[in-house]
């Protein structure tokens, strides 16, 4: 059967679901998980993530400044830094659109 790359974030997110409806079914067992989970996320969306955007921007300009930078390269980077400090609220309004 061929793999392909592109089923695999399908795969990571049906994974995290399925970890926190087992979790809330067993009582609290996976705490460690969880937890670890959560500090994950806060390292990767905390001064990690704002040092990398803050990069990333300067990167820009300089693109910018010696004339290589397009459009294309400028929104990438903007959506990118958007979908990572705003994570938390597109994953809160789904949950509420679903009822959760």
Do not use: N, Y
Request: proline residues 3%; glycine residues 12%; positive net charge.
């Amino acid at each position: 059967m061929k793999t392909s790359f592109s089923h695999a974030p399908l795969a990571g997110v049906l994974l995290i679901l399925s970890v926190e409806v087992a979790s809330a079914q067993s009582g609290g067992t996976l705490q460690p998980v969880q937890s670890t989970l959560t500090q994950l996320v806060s390292a990767l969306t905390g001064p990690i993530a704002t040092a990398l955007a803050t990069l990333a921007v300067i990167a820009c300009g300089f693109f910018a400044w010696s004339g290589r930078l397009t459009w294309g390269i400028a929104g990438s980077v903007i959506f990118g830094i958007v979908l990572v400090f705003g994570s938390a609220q597109i994953v809160q309004f789904f949950q509420s659109a679903v009822g959760q």
